[in-house]
């Protein structure tokens, strides 16, 4: 009897421990986020009272704590520099997910800095950032030149000095470059007109893949780059950094200095003076130097910013400045020494190195100004307020005879103003979002006494937009909608052979998103996004009618045009693992009405010489690509990266593909860190190489046949040193080790020569 009642207990012991365990699988998620801009907080402490078990936040915002049982459990979250959190959990079954938003504490805690108000990208479509390491190593290369190193992204150059981003295929006026937080006006329509922005003056660069138009209005229907300088300091703090770059190819010397400072008597002021200077002599291709492709730029920018609990307010200006050569063979003096230097594929001569300057050149000088503040309404919504006035000088100058070599053929000024006006709320609960109404006025003159027809009209554009956008996140789940309307009004003029031709054109339509964002794990992401965009036709493919200088080709616009519309979705997988990290990214991207410049195959004879004529074109288009990067520790010491991009674009009305549309492309390379596994600073030798292939994907008829595929290597090293509190970080790169001839298919002057050949680029970073 004895002997039954012991094994009838241990049996219900063993089915209770049991049923326990099968209750202790339980998991707490969730996302940490500020509550003043939803940006994403790294490092946040959580601990489970209860069950003495905690964890700590990801760079997204997310934790997970796993093995807990069925229960009432208390949660608490903290974060210097902010409020604690508390929170009561119950936990019922599989796993509970929330999204916690953390307050600031303002200026209460002593010494702890709490830096100036920065909006974070906001968005669930596909975004990659260059930073850290990776813009130390970008150091002295244009906007363009540093973006490639994000897959997706390539550039539309005009020789090696002049390089615009493209994003899936998309450029100029498709892509919007906002210069902290000011979208840049310019004359982007030109594929020679490279974006007037020092790269020097961020501390991180941003792309956006999406469809944003709801956000940021129609001229970022393929993408978005966003280039932010430091935060502001709030307290009392100074901080040095001095960069000096040298190239051997070109001979190329550049320096920047960035200085940032806060107040000791006033709290929350704080301040950033930078200034860079870049002098650049003729590039060499492998056997000759390309002349006239020298480059003089001298560019600065400074901001000075308050910050409290309540208030904030900022002022920035920045300034570029550069003049830089056009290759003398893209402009020839007839039809048949056009022909030859077309069918040789490299000038005939093979030129000398000189820093000089000269006629066809362009120079171009753009201000920006910016006056934005926010006030707190309450603690779940903050009033945004932002100015920008930005004017943009260009000319653009050609081989002309006598005194008119000093006069500019092209001499353009555009004045931009922008009113920025929006609420963001953000709630302790699951809700956020933001309201706004934007507004942008242009005025675009040619510069009389150029003794040419100009190449397009005078104009004065007016655009108001109005937009909403909300979000809605519960731990590892975020979905966002937005919606926006757009009204712009065109009015151009200008003289024609003593004629004057005006025009009056409105333009109006709807823009939306939808898209979500999950966490399946606390190492794999899933983001989708689908977004309506739209663009109305820019004033260049209305009415171009000349010779396009910088260009080295005449183009001819078609009043006729329609807006473009698209509908892009966009699909991201990425996982973060320990030793891994994948990310693909995959899209399809109808668009209707695109429109593209076309060669006809024709040729413009006049007494500055004899250059190849373009139309702008209409056509039904559909995008669609992929972009993968990944990367992976083999050991301690060895590590390699791997990524790249296939971008196709179908001219669905006829069947047939556009011009200039980048090849399949591929990057692939291998790490030795030669740094103690103790020791974080980065001691680390690259071999790298690019693979590019020929594009097959040809139009119908193109000047000369797209160039053969070509492979490139190139090696780097870094080494940081820290030397008492100061750090200097030192990097040797070797770009086209082997000093191959080739010739990319994106350039529009592979026509006349081959890219640059080897080039040996030192770079000193000094930080005190």
Avoid at 76 to 84: A, C, E
Wanted: glycine content about 8%; some cysteine.
């Amino acid at each position: 009897m004895n002997l039954k009642l012991g094994l009838l207990l241990t049996l219900i012991l063993l089915l209770g421990f049991k049923s326990q365990a099968q209750d202790c699988n339980l998991s707490i998620r969730g996302k940490i986020i500020h509550l003043e801009n939803n940006e994403p907080i790294d490092a946040a402490y959580v601990w489970v009272i209860e069950a003495e078990e905690g964890a700590i936040s990801d760079q997204n915002g997310n934790f997970t704590i796993k093995n807990l049982c069925r229960g009432t459990y208390t949660l608490t979250i903290q974060y210097l520099g902010h409020k604690d959190v508390r929170d009561t959990v119950q936990l019922e079954s599989n796993t509970f997910s929330k999204t916690y938003r953390l307050e600031d504490e303002a200026f209460e805690l002593g010494g702890v800095e709490i830096h100036g108000h920065r909006d974070a990208v906001q968005t669930t479509t596909a975004v990659s950032a260059l930073y850290g390491e990776k813009l130390m190593e970008s150091r002295g290369e244009n906007l363009g030149e540093s973006l490639k190193r994000i897959s997706g992204v390539s550039t539309f150059s005009t020789g090696n000095s002049i390089s615009k981003p493209v994003i899936h295929g998309m450029h100029s006026n498709r892509i919007m470059i906002m210069n902290n937080g000011i979208r840049l006006e310019g004359q982007q329509w030109g594929a020679e007109h490279a974006p007037e922005i020092d790269p020097f003056l961020a501390d991180e660069i941003t792309v956006v893949k999406g469809a944003e138009t709801v956000r940021y209005g129609p001229e970022a229907m393929g993408g978005v780059i966003l280039v932010n300088p430091p935060p502001l300091p709030t307290k009392s703090t100074s901080k040095t950094s001095l960069n000096l770059v040298g190239g051997s190819n070109g001979r190329m010397g550049n320096i920047n200095v960035v200085h940032i400072g806060g107040s000791e008597r006033i709290k929350g002021l704080g301040y950033r003076i930078q200034g860079s200077a870049k002098r650049s002599g003729n590039v060499k291709s492998p056997g000759y130097f390309q002349e006239n492709t020298g480059v003089s730029e001298l560019n600065l920018s400074s901001s000075l910013g308050y910050s409290s609990s309540k208030l904030g307010a900022e002022a920035y200006y920045s300034l570029f400045n550069t003049e830089l050569g056009i290759l003398n063979d893209s402009h020839t003096g007839n039809l048949s020494d056009l022909e030859n230097v077309i069918a040789n594929g490299r000038p005939f001569a093979d030129g000398e190195f000189s820093y000089d300057i000269v006629n066809p050149k362009q120079k171009v000088t753009h201000h920006l100004a910016k006056l934005k503040s926010h006030y707190h309404i309450s603690g779940s919504w903050k009033l945004n307020f932002q100015y920008g006035f930005q004017l943009n000088h260009r000319q653009e100058f050609d081989k002309r005879r006598g005194s008119l070599n000093d006069k500019a053929s092209l001499d353009l000024e555009l004045y931009t103003n922008t009113i920025d006006l929006y609420v963001n709320h953000t709630h302790k609960n699951e809700l956020s979002g933001t309201w706004g109404i934007n507004f942008i006025q242009q005025a675009n003159t040619n510069v009389p006494g150029t003794g040419v027809t100009p190449l397009i009209p005078n104009y004065d554009m007016v655009n108001t937009g109005l937009y909403a956008m909300e979000k809605y996140s519960k731990g590892p789940l975020e979905v966002e909608a937005g919606v926006r309307y757009d009204f712009r009004n065109v009015n151009t003029a200008r003289y024609i052979s003593e004629e004057l031709r005006t025009s009056k054109l409105d333009y109006q339509n709807f823009s939306a998103f939808i898209g979500g964002l999950y966490h399946i794990s606390p190492n794999l992401t899933f983001n989708t996004n689908v977004g309506s965009a739209w663009r109305p036709p820019n004033v260049n493919e209305l009415f171009s009618e000349g010779l396009h200088h910088g260009a080295a080709a005449v183009e001819i616009g078609n009043p006729d045009m329609d807006s473009e519309k698209s509908l892009k979705w966009i699909n991201e997988i990425q996982y973060d693992g320990k030793k891994t990290h994948l990310e693909l990214t995959a899209y399809l991207n109808p668009i209707r009405n695109y429109i593209y410049l076309n060669p006809t195959g024709e040729t413009y004879v006049s007494l500055r010489g004899t250059f190849n004529v373009y139309e702008y074109l209409q056509a039904n288009a559909f995008f669609y690509g992929v972009d993968f990067a990944g990367s992976y520790e083999l050991t301690d010491k060895i590590s390699g990266y791997l990524k790249g991009s296939i971008v196709q674009a179908k001219n669905t009305d006829n069947k047939s593909y556009f011009p200039f549309i980048p090849s399949n492309r591929m990057d692939w390379g291998v790490s030795y860190d030669f740094a103690k596994v103790s020791d974080s600073r980065t001691n680390k030798l690259t071999l790298s190489n690019v693979l590019v292939a020929e594009q097959k994907r040809e139009p119908d008829f193109d000047i000369a046949p797209p160039p053969p595929a070509y492979a490139l290597f190139n090696i780097s090293y870094q080494k940081q040193l820290n030397i008492g509190d100061d750090k200097l970080n030192l990097g040797l790169q070797v770009h086209n080790l082997l000093d191959t001839d080739y010739k990319d298919y994106m350039n529009r002057f592979r026509y006349f020569t081959y890219d640059m050949g080897r080039n040996i680029l030192l770079k000193i970073n000094y930080e005190f």
